[in-house]
């Protein structure tokens, strides 16, 4: 034993402990996320539980189990529960009962011990909604336009009301919206003029022209809207909850009626995907909490977009300087100082900066010399979609520097020899030769500076992510690119539902599926750069040989 | 041949172009870093400029020698001042000329309005004793005869042309009669008052010696009517005890609530919220210097809580209430000396003028010097004279930015004068101390470190010590590095020093992977997956401390004990594989065992074990929370960093250890650790680094209260999640804005510090290996 500890072998296996550990973290990170996340949309059993209280009285429940838990018997001794005295741990389930209009909670303890009797009865169905939430309880009757007709009709309207809906929303988003934004603008080329003292009668009649034009427009479709909503108000069903009480739910407020006790393994696998695909296109509902997170992805998408064109072209020019022209000398110690520095300050410090300075000094001056006819509502001098990607520039600046230059170090300088050898001067040997062998390199940091984007969110609650935008920064309205619109973000979705929402108990399935998506975007770009890299010290080691 | 020629000279163009264009795309690097810091900088300077006060206009005022002003003020942006004399004259002077454009032309010195207050019969001809201010901008006049009368001098702006003109007026909130004010109608020798939208507390001390309390109780509300004829109150008279029967100056606060009455040297506090009974409610009595110093002026702070008491030797002293053992009591917090700084000899305060809406302060001594102070930051912001002699009459601007002073007029001393001075004084509650040292703030028992920005009212005063959040900073990083040190650096010696090749190769990526994890999952499972799981199951927390290393312990022993052929098939390489099952059944014992301990230990809830019987406060997002999650955050950059450096240990090195037969662990330690401890040292620079400027973590899994506690159940507020949260709603410019830029700043040069000495450390070692 003794001679056991002297050769040091239980120090080596405490260490090989660390890499243990670090690796269950990792992994165990991964697929606490992967399996809370995608458990999301997989379609879950829905029960009926009969239960007896303590004191007799008898009631039914009606929902998904959400989670299961173990609590000692002593915490629950102040409820008199009839028990055998040997028994120390009781077993409770949370159950999502819905039916928000009838009970304020959308959830609720059982005690195993008071469950008389587990169903899973065929005909129960969710019924998904556009407000409410969930309703869980048995189809009574369905009721197109006063009549009541039979129950497989209902998969028939379902897709009648889904259609008129999209057509309600082509027109709400696409035309009305475009006609709500011209007004908007022809409202402030009238204040334009008027600042600038330009307007003249026949401006003005112009625009009240314009206007008038408009609004015919607008009461026109209107009026096609008010047709649809009609449409899709006229039928309804009636619900039995589990208590027994009926509840007649619009087909307006329906999204999706499913007998999850009723399909099989294959019709559920094809939910699931059907939920992930909605999940991945729709927009939130309910406060964010219910829904898809297109608005978020499509936000971070563009976002990231606009920081890599704008950090790219500065980044790769830096890496160069610094491995190409710089001299061994005092200042380039200092830029590489400056390099490592910008890596380490705080992402918050970033974000500080980015408000005051690109928001409040930039975006302030710039509304004062081109947009003025906004003020005292900022157009540029508030946070959005450009100062963010400008802010997060710079954050993911050394990223790329630091990729890029390992790219150039490892081109061996015989290269650069032959070429200037040749004749060609530095920058057509730069152009011509260094920067296409250095190119999966400049890839390799493009791509790793986008996924720390990704994920970035400190920074980005200052300077333009919001809960919920109104409107997506790119759309059909000219200009197209809206650059001072705020915009959503996965990872500021993820602590806003998370942290901010009135229900962050219902949210918590949603945030993971959101968190899931986050981390396989990041995960995927990182293996993509890694994998890109390391083919290319391979071809680098074939070009020294 | 020609063409050749011209194509070269492009060439040559294009070439020194490219060069010119790529120095400075390299340059533009550090110009980035040092445009953040100087940009910072910049909005952080003006919170530690101390007030300067500049003279702006000077009006000599049509006023002969001998009549007497009492009172001046001004309007919110300084356009019109005004004054009122004994005669009850009222007099508005323009201190900005009109613009060229506008309609009504006017220079600086024109008057504007000029009336006289006392017109109604009531009057009769009086002379005007004393006009008395209130924190509102309503004034009373007093009478030699005992007569009063409200009055509210106001403005409005008048646009036309694009341009505006301040247009001022009076109001007279009571009507244009003298009100009564004591019920017999002696004349007064001493008064004040307050009053809000539904009442009007007088306090007087009438000539024959009775200190009555008098209330206005509007039927309906006071703002209603801007002329007040109409207005209906119901009065209260009420006789206040007194043994004293000399009394100096009375300050009724603007809450209503107390009033103070100086008489020589004591200050007697009366609560006056019942209509029924006037009741002493404390005597305070200063220490003075000496016998012959005594109280000369008293001044309530702005926000009513605070009296401020100036004496004979140039002493001010605030004073609050503070609850002690023996109950509430007046106690001196803090004394100010408006003394000459150059000179020995000292001057009594002759007049103390307080801000309405901010707690600094204006005194006068009796040699006409003025100074300014601030009380909860203890600053001396200004110290000068503005006028050669005792002004007659001294107001602030609304807005805190000018002042208007009017005495006998400098050049001509048989008249008298107007002037406005420009005060700027953004930022007079920080100062150093304010921010890094204990302040005794209003209504707090002792000095304290405290961090409160905002709160719903306006008299608020601001706590900005930035010592809490600093300090939650530097404990949730440490907490954070007792977690992810000994892991990352075990973790790294053994991939760096002990892996296969192979192996290293698929175990150094997944452990940097955790790197790109973004914060904000971390910190979202931290605080809706870790907290909850913790606080159900914390004894099995502090069991995995015991169980991993002990389980490790007991299969190295295992592995020691098996028979060769057996560590044949297992070699001892694949230790990390082996022990990850190990491992998982070591966490799940700890977990099922987490019941039956509490069960047997902590009466079946630790947590209520420990809030319960031990009196340790448990939050449910506290420093272990944070510890395991930021831990994870930083593992990967320590581990990196400090695999890196001891994997370019020279293989020459541990070779010749090995030959000379020091054993595999003998060679790491005296050898191959010794050399890579730079490295090491700088990865864990680095860690830390991160770990203090880290935001999303600390956000989402603390619950970010500003606390003073190491305790490990406990959460904190940190410097950058202090930014998070509080940022988006500071007003721009705002002393709030610029601490917490300040806040920033402080973080980065942080993490400056930190990063440097890190790059320097690893930059000297690149260069010994390289010498190997």
Same mark, same amino acid.
């Given at each position: 034993?003794?001679?056991?500890?002297?050769?040091?072998?239980?120090?080596?296996?405490? #260490?090989?402990?660390?890499?243990? /550990?670090?690796?269950?973290?990792?992994?165990?990170?991964?697929?606490?996320?992967?399996?809370?996340?995608?458990?999301?949309?997989?379609?879950?059993?829905?029960?009926?539980?009969?239960?007896?209280?303590?004191?007799?009285?008898?009631?039914?429940?009606?929902?998904?189990?959400?989670?299961?838990?173990?609590?000692?018997?002593?915490?629950?001794?102040?409820?008199?529960?009839?028990?055998?005295?040997?028994?120390?741990?009781?077993?409770?389930?949370?159950?999502?009962?819905?039916?928000?209009?009838?009970?304020?909670?959308?959830?609720?303890?059982?005690?195993?011990?008071?469950?008389?009797?587990?169903?899973?009865?065929?005909?129960?169905? *969710?019924?998904?909604?556009?407000?409410?939430?969930?309703?869980?309880?048995?189809?009574?009757?369905?009721?197109?336009?006063?009549?009541?007709?039979?129950?497989?009709?209902?998969?028939?309207?379902?897709?009648? *009301?889904?259609?008129?809906?999209?057509?309600?929303?082509?027109?709400?988003?696409?035309?009305?919206?475009?006609?709500?934004?011209?007004?908007?603008?022809?409202?402030?080329?009238?204040?334009?003029?008027?600042?600038?003292?330009? @307007?003249?009668?026949?401006?003005?009649?112009?625009?009240?022209?314009?206007?008038? =034009?408009?609004?015919?427009?607008?009461? @026109?479709?209107?009026?096609?809207?008010?047709?649809?909503?009609?449409?899709? #108000?006229?039928?309804?069903?009636?619900?039995?909850?589990?208590?027994?009480?009926?509840? =007649?739910?619009?087909?307006?407020?329906?999204?999706?009626?499913?007998?999850?006790?009723?399909?099989?393994?294959?019709?559920?696998?094809?939910?699931?995907?059907?939920?992930?695909?909605?999940?991945?296109?729709?927009?939130?509902?309910?406060?964010?909490?219910?829904?898809?997170?297109?608005?978020?992805?499509?936000?971070?998408?563009?976002?990231?977009?606009?920081?890599?064109?704008?950090?790219?072209?500065?980044?790769?020019?830096?890496?160069?300087?610094?491995?190409?022209?710089?001299?061994?000398?005092?200042?380039?110690?200092?830029?590489?100082?400056?390099?490592?520095?910008?890596?380490?300050?705080?992402?918050?410090?970033?974000?500080?900066?980015?408000?005051?300075?690109?928001?409040?000094?930039?975006?302030?001056?710039?509304?004062?010399?081109?947009?003025?006819?906004?003020?005292?509502?900022?157009?540029?001098?508030?946070?959005?979609?450009?100062?963010?990607?400008?802010?997060?520039?710079?954050? =993911?600046?050394?990223?790329?520097?630091?990729?890029?230059?390992?790219?150039?170090?490892?081109?061996?300088?015989?290269?650069?020899?032959?070429?200037?050898?040749?004749?060609?001067?530095?920058?057509?040997?730069?152009?011509?030769?260094?920067?296409?062998?250095?190119?999966?390199?400049?890839?390799?940091?493009?791509?790793?500076?986008?996924?720390?984007?990704?994920?970035?969110?400190?920074?980005?609650?200052?300077?333009?992510?919001?809960?919920?935008?109104?409107?997506?920064?790119?759309?059909?309205?000219?200009?197209?690119?809206?650059?001072?619109?705020?915009?959503?973000?996965?990872?500021?979705?993820?602590?806003?539902?998370?942290?901010?929402?009135?229900?962050?108990?219902?949210?918590?399935?949603?945030?993971?599926?959101?968190?899931?998506?986050?981390?396989?975007?990041?995960?995927?770009?990182?293996?993509?750069?890694?994998?890109?890299?390391?083919?290319?010290?391979?071809?680098?080691?074939?070009?020294?040989? | 041949?020609?063409?050749? /020629?011209?194509?070269?000279?492009?060439?040559?163009?294009?070439?020194?172009?490219?060069?010119?264009?790529?120095?400075?795309?390299?340059?533009?690097?550090?110009?980035?870093?040092?445009?953040?810091?100087?940009?910072?900088?910049?909005?952080?300077?003006?919170?530690?400029?101390?007030?300067?006060?500049?003279?702006? *206009?000077?009006?000599?005022?049509?006023?002969?020698?001998?009549?007497?002003?009492?009172?001046?003020?001004?309007?919110?942006?300084?356009?019109?001042?005004?004054?009122?004399?004994?005669?009850?004259?009222?007099?508005?002077?323009?201190?900005?000329?009109?613009?060229?454009?506008?309609?009504?032309?006017?220079?600086?010195?024109?008057?504007?309005?000029?009336?006289?207050?006392?017109?109604?019969?009531?009057?009769?001809?009086?002379?005007?004793?004393?006009?008395?201010?209130?924190? #509102?901008?309503?004034?009373?006049?007093?009478?030699?005869?005992?007569?009063?009368?409200?009055?509210?001098?106001?403005?409005?702006?008048?646009?036309?042309?694009?341009?505006?003109?301040?247009?001022?007026?009076?109001?007279?909130?009571?009507?244009?009669?003298?009100?009564?004010?004591?019920?017999?109608?002696?004349?007064?020798?001493?008064?004040?008052?307050?009053?809000?939208?539904?009442?009007?507390?007088?306090?007087?001390?009438?000539?024959?010696?009775?200190?009555?309390?008098?209330?206005?109780?509007?039927?309906?509300?006071?703002?209603?009517?801007?002329?007040?004829?109409?207005?209906?109150?119901?009065?209260?008279?009420?006789?206040?005890?007194?043994?004293?029967?000399?009394?100096?100056?009375?300050?009724?606060?603007?809450?209503?609530?107390?009033?103070?009455?100086?008489?020589?040297?004591?200050?007697?506090?009366?609560?006056?919220?019942?209509?029924?009974?006037?009741?002493?409610?404390?005597?305070?009595?200063?220490?003075?210097?000496?016998?012959?110093?005594?109280?000369?002026?008293?001044?309530?702070?702005?926000?009513?809580?605070?009296?401020?008491?100036?004496?004979?030797?140039?002493?001010?002293?605030?004073?609050?209430?503070?609850?002690?053992?023996?109950?509430?009591?007046?106690?001196?917090?803090?004394?100010?000396?408006?003394?000459?700084?150059?000179?020995?000899?000292?001057?009594?305060?002759?007049?103390?003028?307080?801000?309405?809406?901010?707690?600094?302060?204006?005194?006068?001594?009796?040699?006409?010097?003025?100074?300014?102070?601030?009380?909860?930051?203890?600053?001396?912001?200004?110290?000068?004279?503005?006028?050669?002699?005792?002004?007659?009459?001294?107001?602030?601007?609304?807005?805190?930015?000018?002042?208007?002073?009017?005495?006998?007029?400098?050049?001509?001393?048989?008249?008298?004068?107007?002037?406005?001075?420009?005060?700027?004084?953004?930022?007079?509650?920080?100062?150093?101390?304010?921010?890094?040292?204990?302040?005794?703030?209003?209504?707090?028992?002792?000095?304290?470190?405290?961090?409160?920005?905002?709160?719903?009212?306006?008299?608020?005063?601001?706590?900005?010590?930035?010592?809490?959040?600093?300090?939650?900073?530097?404990?949730?990083? @440490?907490?954070?590095?007792?977690?992810?040190?000994?892991?990352?650096?075990?973790?790294?010696?053994?991939?760096?020093?002990?892996?296969?090749?192979?192996?290293?190769?698929?175990?150094?990526?997944?452990?940097?992977?955790?790197?790109?994890?973004?914060?904000?999952?971390?910190?979202?499972?931290?605080?809706?997956?870790?907290?909850?799981?913790?606080?159900?199951?914390?004894?099995?927390?502090?069991?995995?401390?015991?169980?991993?290393?002990?389980?490790?312990?007991?299969?190295?022993?295992?592995?020691?004990?098996?028979?060769?052929?057996?560590?044949?098939?297992?070699?001892?390489?694949?230790?990390?594989?082996?022990?990850?099952?190990?491992?998982?059944?070591?966490?799940?014992?700890?977990?099922?065992?987490?019941?039956?301990?509490?069960?047997?230990?902590?009466?079946?809830?630790?947590?209520?074990?420990?809030?319960?019987? @031990?009196?340790?406060?448990?939050?449910?997002?506290?420093?272990?929370?944070?510890?395991?999650?930021?831990?994870?955050?930083?593992?990967?950059?320590?581990?990196?960093?400090?695999?890196?450096?001891?994997?370019?240990?020279?293989?020459?090195?541990?070779?010749?250890?090995?030959?000379?037969?020091?054993?595999?662990?003998?060679?790491?330690?005296?050898?191959?650790?010794?050399?890579?401890?730079?490295?090491?040292?700088?990865?864990?620079?680095?860690?830390?680094?991160?770990?203090?400027?880290?935001?999303?973590?600390?956000?989402?899994?603390?619950?970010?209260?500003?606390?003073?506690?190491?305790?490990?159940?406990?959460?904190?507020?940190?410097?950058?999640?202090?930014?998070?949260?509080?940022?988006?709603?500071?007003?721009?410019?705002?002393?709030?804005?610029?601490?917490?830029?300040?806040?920033?700043?402080?973080?980065?040069?942080?993490?400056?510090?930190?990063?440097?000495?890190?790059?320097?450390?690893?930059?000297?070692?690149?260069?010994?290996?390289?010498?190997?």
């Amino acid at each position: 034993m003794n001679k056991w500890f002297k050769s040091g072998s239980p120090w080596i296996w405490l #260490s090989a402990g660390g890499v243990s /550990i670090s690796l269950i973290s990792v992994l165990g990170l991964l697929w606490l996320i992967a399996s809370r996340g995608l458990s999301y949309f997989w379609p879950s059993e829905l029960y009926q539980f009969e239960l007896t209280d303590q004191h007799g009285a008898k009631s039914v429940v009606i929902g998904e189990i959400y989670d299961r838990e173990q609590i000692p018997v002593s915490q629950l001794a102040h409820l008199n529960l009839a028990l055998d005295p040997e028994q120390e741990i009781l077993e409770r389930l949370l159950i999502k009962t819905g039916n928000r209009e009838l009970v304020s909670l959308d959830f609720r303890w059982l005690l195993s011990h008071n469950i008389q009797k587990t169903q899973t009865p065929k005909d129960l169905v *969710v019924v998904e909604r556009r407000t409410n939430g969930n309703f869980y309880g048995f189809i009574e009757s369905v009721v197109v336009d006063g009549k009541e007709v039979d129950k497989n009709k209902l998969s028939e309207l379902l897709t009648r *009301v889904d259609n008129f809906q999209e057509q309600i929303d082509d027109l709400q988003k696409s035309d009305i919206g475009a006609i709500n934004y011209q007004l908007e603008r022809l409202r402030l080329k009238t204040r334009k003029y008027q600042l600038q003292d330009k @307007l003249t009668p026949e401006l003005q009649a112009q625009i009240d022209s314009e206007i008038a =034009t408009l609004n015919q427009e607008y009461a @026109l479709l209107e009026q096609e809207l008010m047709g649809y909503r009609e449409e899709i #108000s006229r039928d309804h069903i009636v619900m039995r909850a589990m208590d027994g009480q009926l509840v =007649t739910i619009n087909f307006e407020y329906i999204l999706k009626v499913t007998f999850n006790n009723q399909l099989n393994i294959i019709e559920k696998t094809g939910l699931f995907f059907s939920h992930i695909a909605s999940f991945l296109i729709e927009d939130p509902r309910e406060a964010n909490t219910e829904g898809g997170v297109f608005p978020a992805i499509f936000g971070t998408v563009l976002m990231v977009l606009l920081m890599t064109v704008i950090v790219s072209p500065f980044g790769v020019i830096a890496a160069i300087y610094l491995h190409e022209y710089a001299g061994k000398n005092a200042f380039t110690k200092l830029l590489r100082i400056a390099v490592i520095n910008l890596a380490g300050v705080p992402s918050i410090v970033y974000g500080v900066f980015g408000l005051g300075f690109f928001v409040y000094m930039v975006g302030g001056s710039l509304d004062q010399l081109f947009y003025s006819e906004n003020l005292p509502s900022p157009t540029f001098g508030t946070p959005g979609v450009l100062w963010s990607a400008l802010t997060l520039a710079i954050l =993911t600046l050394p990223v790329v520097i630091v990729s890029t230059e390992e790219g150039l170090s490892r081109i061996p300088s015989a290269m650069r020899h032959g070429s200037l050898a040749l004749g060609a001067t530095k920058a057509e040997t730069l152009w011509r030769i260094i920067l296409p062998i250095a190119s999966p390199a400049i890839m390799t940091g493009i791509i790793l500076a986008i996924a720390r984007a990704a994920g970035e969110v400190a920074p980005l609650m200052l300077v333009g992510v919001v809960k919920m935008a109104p409107n997506l920064p790119l759309d059909g309205n000219f200009p197209f690119l809206h650059l001072d619109r705020k915009f959503m973000h996965l990872g500021f979705h993820i602590y806003d539902v998370g942290f901010q929402s009135p229900n962050v108990e219902a949210a918590r399935p949603l945030v993971y599926a959101t968190a899931l998506l986050l981390v396989s975007i990041i995960v995927a770009l990182n293996m993509t750069a890694v994998s890109i890299r390391n083919k290319l010290r391979e071809r680098y080691k074939m070009l020294e040989h | 041949m020609a063409s050749l /020629i011209s194509s070269n000279r492009s060439r040559g163009v294009k070439n020194s172009l490219a060069k010119w264009l790529i120095t400075l795309g390299g340059i533009s690097v550090l110009f980035t870093l040092v445009l953040i810091f100087l940009y910072l900088l910049y909005v952080v300077k003006p919170i530690f400029d101390s007030a300067q006060i500049e003279p702006k *206009v000077s009006i000599s005022l049509d006023l002969t020698t001998n009549e007497k002003v009492l009172s001046t003020g001004v309007d919110e942006l300084q356009e019109v001042a005004y004054e009122i004399t004994e005669t009850g004259n009222i007099d508005f002077y323009h201190l900005k000329a009109s613009a060229p454009e506008a309609d009504n032309q006017f220079t600086v010195g024109d008057n504007a309005l000029s009336m006289s207050l006392l017109s109604n019969e009531d009057f009769n001809q009086e002379k005007v004793v004393n006009v008395v201010n209130s924190f #509102s901008a309503n004034k009373l006049l007093h009478t030699t005869k005992g007569k009063t009368l409200l009055i509210q001098p106001s403005f409005y702006a008048k646009y036309a042309n694009d341009t505006r003109e301040i247009i001022p007026q009076v109001n007279y909130p009571l009507g244009q009669s003298s009100l009564i004010i004591d019920e017999q109608q002696t004349p007064l020798s001493q008064l004040a008052f307050a009053m809000d939208d539904e009442r009007i507390v007088f306090v007087a001390f009438t000539e024959d010696k009775r200190l009555i309390k008098t209330s206005f109780i509007a039927e309906d509300d006071f703002s209603s009517s801007s002329d007040g004829d109409d207005v209906e109150y119901e009065t209260i008279f009420q006789q206040i005890e007194l043994t004293d029967d000399v009394i100096d100056e009375i300050k009724v606060t603007p809450d209503l609530s107390l009033a103070f009455i100086r008489s020589a040297s004591t200050v007697y506090v009366y609560s006056l919220n019942d209509d029924e009974e006037v009741s002493l409610k404390a005597t305070i009595t200063p220490t003075l210097d000496n016998s012959d110093t005594y109280l000369t002026s008293m001044a309530l702070l702005s926000g009513s809580s605070s009296v401020l008491l100036g004496d004979s030797s140039g002493r001010v002293s605030q004073w609050f209430e503070v609850s002690t053992e023996s109950g509430r009591q007046f106690k001196e917090i803090r004394t100010f000396d408006a003394n000459d700084k150059n000179s020995q000899a000292s001057n009594a305060i002759t007049a103390i003028y307080t801000e309405q809406y901010r707690k600094s302060f204006y005194t006068m001594t009796n040699n006409g010097m003025v100074n300014v102070f601030y009380t909860t930051s203890s600053a001396h912001l200004w110290q000068g004279k503005l006028s050669s002699a005792q002004p007659e009459a001294f107001a602030i601007a609304p807005r805190a930015n000018g002042l208007i002073i009017i005495g006998n007029d400098p050049l001509d001393a048989s008249n008298k004068s107007l002037q406005a001075f420009s005060v700027h004084n953004e930022h007079p509650e920080v100062t150093w101390q304010a921010l890094w040292q204990e302040v005794w703030y209003e209504g707090y028992p002792e000095p304290d470190y405290i961090w409160q920005s905002t709160s719903g009212s306006d008299d608020f005063e601001g706590k900005f010590s930035l010592v809490p959040i600093s300090f939650g900073t530097i404990k949730a990083a @440490l907490y954070a590095m007792l977690f992810a040190v000994p892991v990352a650096l075990t973790a790294a010696i053994y991939t760096a020093y002990f892996m296969t090749p192979g192996m290293r190769k698929k175990v150094k990526p997944t452990i940097e992977m955790m790197e790109a994890l973004p914060t904000v999952i971390l910190g979202f499972l931290a605080g809706l997956w870790l907290a909850p799981l913790m606080e159900e199951y914390l004894p099995a927390i502090f069991l995995l401390f015991i169980f991993l290393p002990l389980s490790t312990l007991i299969t190295a022993f295992a592995w020691h004990n098996l028979p060769n052929n057996w560590k044949d098939k297992l070699p001892e390489t694949l230790a990390p594989l082996l022990l990850i099952p190990v491992m998982i059944l070591a966490i799940y014992a700890a977990f099922s065992l987490s019941g039956v301990l509490e069960l047997a230990f902590f009466n079946g809830d630790m947590r209520q074990y420990l809030t319960n019987d @031990l009196g340790i406060n448990f939050d449910q997002r506290n420093a272990l929370v944070v510890g395991i999650a930021m831990g994870f955050a930083v593992i990967p950059t320590i581990f990196s960093m400090a695999e890196d450096a001891i994997f370019s240990v020279p293989g020459h090195l541990t070779s010749g250890s090995l030959a000379l037969g020091a054993t595999q662990w003998q060679t790491l330690v005296k050898v191959v650790l010794l050399t890579a401890s730079p490295g090491i040292f700088s990865a864990v620079m680095m860690g830390l680094g991160r770990a203090v400027g880290e935001t999303m973590i600390v956000l989402m899994a603390t619950g970010n209260t500003p606390i003073l506690d190491w305790s490990i159940f406990q959460g904190m507020r940190t410097l950058a999640a202090n930014i998070a949260v509080e940022m988006p709603e500071s007003e721009v410019g705002s002393s709030h804005y610029r601490i917490l830029f300040l806040a920033a700043f402080v973080l980065f040069i942080f993490t400056f510090i930190f990063n440097t000495a890190a790059e320097f450390v690893r930059q000297r070692l690149r260069e010994k290996y390289s010498s190997m």
